[in-house]
């Protein structure tokens, strides 16, 4: 079956752009996360969705980041006004309520702000 | 709060010998899973190996296997036969075990890069 897709898989902004980050889970994955992956690190956590809950927001290093998952399957990552620290790839993952320690991560979405 | 050391940045080997990624992590939970994930160049992030802190057996999963060792806090994977295709960095990752509706997020390393030589 379809993996995790993220979309788009590359977006260059210039400072002070909005940006929207799509994740399309596997179908059936009650739960969402999103993670940022500075370059030459590990990924870090942002925020947690179940079904339509945001249920953790903690990782958010900013106010200028919005996460949003309205019907309880895509989810979107919203920056505002975007820096040059916001480069970075996004990462989507998503697991079955049941199977939380086994999440499968889409591809990333590569962000370069400019 | 949970912390994942990999004190390896780079690591090479030989096709076919083994090789040994090392990781510490420090917590006071004591249930727990304990990851290695795989992210090859430019290519998405798979699982390779997980553990359950409760299990006092090593995981093994083909050419993979795990040194958990629960009083020590480190979690080394050990690459048997390396193969060209295992040339990726490798990351450690850290999970609590709870109850529904909890965040199970997962908290990790800095990663290791293993370069697999021909």
């Known amino acids: 079956g379809a993996g995790v897709s993220q979309s788009p898989r590359y977006k260059v902004a210039k400072r002070g752009q909005d940006v929207a980050l799509r994740c399309d889970p596997i179908s059936g994955h009650v739960s969402l996360f999103w993670y940022q992956q500075a370059l030459g690190q590990g990924p870090e956590f942002l925020t947690y969705?179940?079904?339509?809950?945001?249920?953790?927001k903690s990782g958010l290093p900013s106010d200028r980041f919005f996460a949003e998952r309205p019907e309880g399957s895509v989810s979107t990552l919203k920056i505002q006004r975007t820096q040059q620290e916001d480069s970075a790839v996004y990462l989507c993952?998503?697991?079955?309520?049941?199977?939380?320690?086994?999440?499968?991560f889409g591809p990333g979405t590569r962000l370069t702000v400019t | 709060a949970q912390t994942v050391t990999q004190s390896q940045p780079e690591m090479s080997v030989q096709e076919a010998e083994t090789v040994t990624l090392s990781c510490t992590y420090d917590t006071s939970e004591s249930n727990y899973y304990l990851f290695w994930y795989k992210q090859p160049p430019s290519r998405q992030m798979i699982l390779v190996i997980r553990?359950?802190?409760?299990?006092?057996q090593n995981a093994t999963e083909n050419r993979f296997s795990v040194n958990f060792q629960k009083a020590a806090k480190s979690f080394s994977l050990k690459i048997s036969d390396s193969q060209l295709g295992d040339t990726a960095m490798y990351f450690c990752a850290f999970m609590k075990q709870m109850g529904g509706g909890s965040n199970y997020k997962l908290t990790f390393g800095k990663g290791t890069l293993l370069t697999v030589n021909p």
């Open positions: 969705f179940q079904n339509e809950a945001q249920l953790d």
């Open positions: 993952a998503s697991s079955l309520a049941g199977v939380v320690y086994e999440q499968y």
């Open positions: 553990q359950e802190a409760y299990k006092q």
